[in-house]
């Protein structure tokens, strides 16, 4: 069965500093990953999906993940980060195409000015 | 830009009542699924649906639920008698068959408090 671990409740980082959310995962076979991201009362947002190719991956609103398979993580980055970046993020994790995801618990980031 | 649409946004309904949650899903979409979130906990994997069955399901997805695409473009989710411990925000999502093309797009999801 699929698992996703997001091991920080919270991230709190500086305006203008990288920021790095991780995550890590288990699956049988070849994992599909996705990056969500959630704002105060709405629903979740795609941010990115690693499903094969380039170990990194680019996404909305400047971030970018790195699949590592040998670490089986897929941690999400941003070289410089924004107030409005603020949010639950979500990772998850799926076998197939179609299958359901199986999410992270989320990790609320806190961009301080 | 194509969006999942999800109404109601806030449901209020008392213990043991019935409530159907609705979706419109993304017009050339062919697969759809219902996700939960207790607040305050992950979003977690009710059902999902293609070719008008259900193709998985969840073992929360028990006999108070259903789903049902009752035309071309809605997709609903029911809770036959409703339990204080299904309050939670009910997302809906869908995707396509496309290869290149796997991720599930959420609506904004419905609010469902249990009194």
């Known amino acids: 069965a699929q698992s996703v671990a997001q091991p920080e409740d919270q991230v709190n980082v500086a305006e203008g500093n990288p920021l790095t959310v991780k995550c890590t995962y288990s699956?049988?076979?070849?994992?599909?990953l996705f990056w969500y991201v959630q704002y105060p009362n709405r629903g979740l947002q795609f941010l990115l999906k690693?499903?094969?190719?380039?170990?990194l991956v680019k996404g909305s609103y400047g971030f970018e993940a790195e699949f590592n398979k040998s670490q089986t993580s897929f941690h999400l980055k941003k070289p410089s980060a924004l107030v409005s970046d603020s949010a639950l993020y979500f990772c998850a994790v799926r076998d197939s195409g179609n299958t359901p995801l199986v999410f992270g618990k989320g990790t609320r980031l806190s961009v301080i000015a | 830009e194509p969006e999942v649409t999800q109404t109601p946004s806030h449901q209020v309904t008392q213990m043991g009542q019935e409530v159907i949650l609705r979706c419109v899903p993304i017009?050339?979409?062919?697969?759809f699924y219902w996700y939960r979130q207790i607040l305050g906990q992950k979003v977690e994997f009710l059902v999902s649906?293609?070719?008008?069955?259900?193709?998985?399901k969840s073992e929360i997805f028990d006999d108070q639920f259903s789903v049902e695409r009752p035309d071309g473009s809605n997709f609903t989710l029911k809770i036959r008698s409703t339990k204080l411990e299904d309050s939670a925000m009910y997302f809906c999502?869908?995707?396509?068959?496309?290869?290149?093309?796997?991720?599930?797009?959420f609506g904004p999801g419905t609010r469902l408090t249990v009194t």
């Open positions: 999502a869908s995707s396509d068959l496309g290869a290149t093309t796997y991720e599930q797009y």
């Open positions: 649906f293609y070719n008008n069955e259900i193709s998985e």
């Open positions: 017009s050339n979409h062919l697969y």
């Open positions: 690693y499903i094969t190719g380039d170990n």
């Open positions: 699956v049988s076979g070849n994992p599909y």
